[in-house]
């Protein structure tokens, strides 16, 4: 998950010691030294000199960085907690959605008998929707591990001895292929669009499903192999938190992938199934009441098509969804140095919610809002509360994607002039211990 990289590092854990297991954590001897700068707010920095604003990290540095690397630390609540969300998010998951789809968002009490029985049938996996999520899941990886884009360095990681991983960064190629295969797919009549959110409570058992064996497979191959990274010697706890930290299917990243190509794609498509529908529902009810339905002439009248019956919240869900996920495409070559990546080790917590919880939940309000445009009691707004909803929207994605793009241009610029400045203070020596 995205957030995910903002916890910070080893927050209100308990350290745990003696059944931590790091069989791949590299000597801190043969850990290469790595040119980072130093904080602008060190003493040396303050006092003016600029010559001391820069640093190579020594071998005492990379010990240091070893050892913080091989700590463990008990978070969530530890194994007892873990083992509880491992258990609790699914069915809480399915709790949600048979609120939203049979009783317009309500929360029954769940103890009841009657509310699983009638609900259960909404969420079972079917032979379509099994098809659906493990075609796109499948054609997401061959896209990413095919199409053209960019490659940059992770960071160096410790227990690799330094080592930085390349990562293929093709995200916006794939994103638009996506686009285009998917209007061809809907308008050639082969795969309607709607037909993501007509299956969408067995798509997402099937992504439950799906994640956790995915989840259990990553860590027996990880311990079969002796690829194991930060064990903390509980097996729940290693479950949900990982046993391997790179994960990799020939050139494709897979916790990257999970982050970027699944969640973030899916739960688009799910907003523009969800937006499709209703604008097929309120046509229907036009031709039902004697209406005509309203022609858009576009070019001069060499386009003609149906107007947009699509409610304007719908829209609004929908425009939010498709900036956030172009937003992740364009900029996925700012994700391989976040702590998910270069920390983060590839369990439970990343998996079952970059398979299954992201897309799955962050829906919740376009459901909603269809459920009840299917009901004939649609979410209403005055116009120009829309219209102002938005402007706020884009004004706020403005300064969002603007900001981080200035953020990454700086860090990028930065690491240019420490490489540039270190060459100058260290020789000609320097390239050769940066690489």
């Not at 916890?7 to 290469?32: E, F, N, Q």
């Not at 493990?134 to 990681?157: D, E, N, R, S």
Request: proline share 5%; charged share 15%; hydrophobic share 45%.
């Amino acid at each position: 998950m995205l957030l995910q990289s903002e916890r910070g590092s080893w927050r209100g854990g308990l350290r745990h010691r003696s059944h931590c297991s790091s069989p791949k954590i590299a000597s801190p001897d043969s850990v290469t030294p790595v040119v980072r700068s130093i904080s602008s707010t060190s003493s040396e920095t303050e006092s003016g000199s600029d010559d001391e604003s820069f640093s190579v990290v020594t071998r005492e540095g990379a010990k240091k960085e070893v050892a913080c690397d091989s700590k463990v630390v008990y978070e969530f609540g530890g194994p007892v907690g873990v083992t509880a969300l491992m258990f609790g998010f699914p069915i809480l998951m399915s709790y949600m959605f048979i609120c939203l789809a049979l009783h317009q968002g309500r929360l029954p009490n769940p103890l009841e008998l009657e509310f699983w029985q009638h609900g259960i049938p909404a969420i079972t996996p079917t032979a379509r929707a099994t098809a659906i999520y493990l075609m796109f899941t499948l054609f997401q990886y061959i896209t990413a591990a095919t199409l053209p884009g960019i490659k940059v360095l992770g960071l160096p990681v410790p227990s690799l001895g330094g080592k930085q991983l390349e990562y293929l960064c093709n995200g916006v190629a794939t994103w638009y292929f996506d686009l285009v295969l998917v209007a061809v797919l809907h308008n050639t009549g082969v795969f309607p669009i709607t037909a993501v959110v007509d299956e969408i409570g067995p798509i997402m058992s099937v992504a439950m499903i799906w994640a956790i064996i995915v989840t259990i497979a990553t860590y027996i191959v990880g311990c079969v192999s002796g690829r194991t990274h930060r064990m903390s010697g509980s097996v729940p706890y290693d479950i949900f938190m990982g046993a391997v930290l790179n994960p990799r299917i020939g050139n494709v990243d897979l916790k990257m992938w999970s982050e970027i190509r699944i969640p973030w794609k899916i739960l688009f498509f799910i907003s523009l199934s969800a937006a499709v529908k209703d604008h097929e529902i309120n046509v229907a009810r036009r031709y039902e009441a004697g209406l005509s339905p309203e022609i858009w002439s576009l070019f001069g009248g060499l386009i003609r098509m149906n107007a947009i019956q699509t409610s304007a919240p719908l829209l609004f869900m929908l425009l939010a969804h498709c900036l956030y996920v172009n937003a992740c495409m364009k900029g996925e070559e700012c994700i391989p140095t976040t702590w998910d990546i270069f920390y983060e080790k590839w369990g439970y917590m990343l998996i079952f919610w970059n398979l299954a919880g992201v897309p799955f939940s962050y829906c919740y309000s376009t459901l909603y809002l269809l459920n009840r445009s299917v009901a004939n009691d649609p979410v209403e707004h005055t116009r120009f509360f829309m219209t102002v909803l938005f402007v706020i929207l884009l004004a706020a994605y403005y300064v969002w994607d603007t900001a981080n793009s200035q953020k990454n241009r700086f860090r990028m610029q930065q690491r240019g002039r420490d490489h540039i400045h270190c060459k100058e203070k260290y020789g000609a020596d320097f390239d050769s211990t940066a690489d």
